[in-house]
């Protein structure tokens, strides 16, 4: 271009490849931002992914979760489970559900390429459906972007809920489930300034529902307690129930016949369990 003296005009193919500044400066390609929409209406796409194992099973035995997003209004799910081959049974469970609430066609799921999700049995049901199966590239998690950004949030969100608190490790699925139930009602959808519920269901979300447990036995002594201590730990999902750790039988019970203590501590000498939960992340 004549910008200096003294070298010769040099003519190269247009084409060229340089393979030594090649090697020296290649960078991994860019991909597309995660709060960038790709569907125009809920269910048109859905991303999943597994995570787990867990350092320390959950009060139901579960070792795994399943997280689903629906890319539109970015609504979730999870799922949670003792094997990660478990996880066509719920996704063929929530693919129907959605095809029956909606008259607008399903159009694409996108997941990594992991074992439970690259198989025969989801194959058959995704040709069955035609539906579109789509896959990331191995080792490239961002292709998957929107789904592992999920991850990390709901995985935050329950590990501050238990340290918080001081819950033990063994509550992490609940964290993770109250976690999910919140954000679907709390976090907006950028430029559209509505929450995924909305987005999903058309309408806006009821918080007012965000203890102690009303005893319903069949007969009760006339002196004997009414109610029965507890710890709360999230919301169920399919009623507007809370999920409570009942402390003397030791088991999650779904109710919404609660009254909340808010001046006893978090945590309580009945609630410390023995074993093996470990201090660190839940997941």
Avoid at 74 to 102: C, H, P, Q, T, Y
Avoid at 183 to 203: D, P, V
Avoid at 229 to 243: C, T
Wanted: hydrophobic share 40%.
């Amino acid at each position: 271009m004549g910008l200096i003296r003294g070298l010769p005009k040099l003519r190269a193919e247009k084409d060229l490849v340089c393979h030594p500044r090649r090697h020296g400066k290649m960078v991994a390609a860019s991909h597309i931002p995660v709060s960038q929409v790709m569907t125009s209406y809920p269910g048109e796409l859905l991303h999943m992914d597994t995570v787990g194992p867990a350092r320390v099973a959950s009060v139901s035995g579960k070792w795994y979760m399943l997280v689903v997003v629906d890319d539109f209004s970015r609504f979730s799910w999870v799922f949670f489970m003792e094997f990660k081959d478990e996880a066509f049974g719920f996704i063929r469970d929530l693919v129907l559900r959605l095809r029956n609430e909606s008259h607008k066609a399903m159009r694409a799921i996108r997941s990594d390429n992991g074992g439970e999700f690259k198989n025969s049995r989801f194959e058959n049901f995704y040709r069955d459906l035609g539906l579109e199966h789509q896959f990331s590239s191995p080792y490239t998690p961002l292709q998957n972007g929107v789904v592992e950004r999920k991850n990390r949030t709901l995985v935050e969100m329950a590990r501050t809920m238990l340290d918080e608190h001081r819950t033990p490790r063994r509550f992490w699925a609940e964290a993770v489930n109250t976690a999910c139930y919140i954000a679907n009602r709390i976090f907006l959808r950028a430029l559209l300034g509505k929450t995924s519920y909305e987005l999903r269901f058309g309408r806006q979300p009821s918080v007012k529902h965000l203890c102690f447990v009303l005893k319903k036995a069949g007969h009760l002594d006339k002196f004997e307690s009414r109610c029965l201590d507890g710890i709360f730990l999230g919301y169920a999902s399919s009623s507007r129930a809370f999920r409570v750790w009942i402390l003397e039988a030791k088991q999650v019970v779904e109710t919404f016949e609660v009254s909340f203590d808010e001046t006893m501590p978090c945590t309580t000498p009945a609630f410390e369990l023995s074993g093996d939960d470990e201090e660190g992340t839940p997941l």
